[in-house]
Nanobody
């Protein structure tokens, strides 16, 4: 069982940066694929980024490539999403996601564990 709690969201202007963090409970955090999914108001959830337990596999949705970076610190049971050059279209609730099977579960939205979400608002 893994419990996830996000932090770091807020209101910023276009071009600014934010760093989201996800704290995970559970002794087997290091065995889980981790990722971030977002949902804008009135839209479906959208995959953003994912990282495998080995860090060998890292994926981003095309719209954030070159601007967002996902990383994990297994010693601290945390995963981060560094978001640079933010745009108004990045405005959404960002959810931390975890799955013991692999990143493909997160990319498909079929992961087992979700955080409650943190709001990111980018003004133009």
């Amino acid at each position: 069982q893994v419990q996830l709690v996000e932090s770091g969201g807020g209101l910023v202007q276009a071009g600014d940066s934010l760093r989201l963090s996800c704290a995970a409970s559970g002794r087997t955090f290091g065995n889980y694929a981790m990722g971030w999914v977002r949902q804008a108001q009135g839209k479906e959830r959208e995959f953003v980024a994912a990282i495998s337990w080995s860090r060998r596999d890292i994926y981003y949705t095309d719209s954030v490539k070159g601007r967002f970076t996902i990383s994990r610190d297994d010693a601290k049971n945390t995963v981060h999403l560094q978001m640079n050059s933010l745009k108004p279209e990045d405005t959404a609730v960002y959810y931390c996601a975890a799955d013991p099977v692999g990143v493909f579960k997160i990319r498909q939205g079929r992961n087992n564990y979700w955080g409650p979400g943190t709001q990111v608002t980018v003004s133009s």
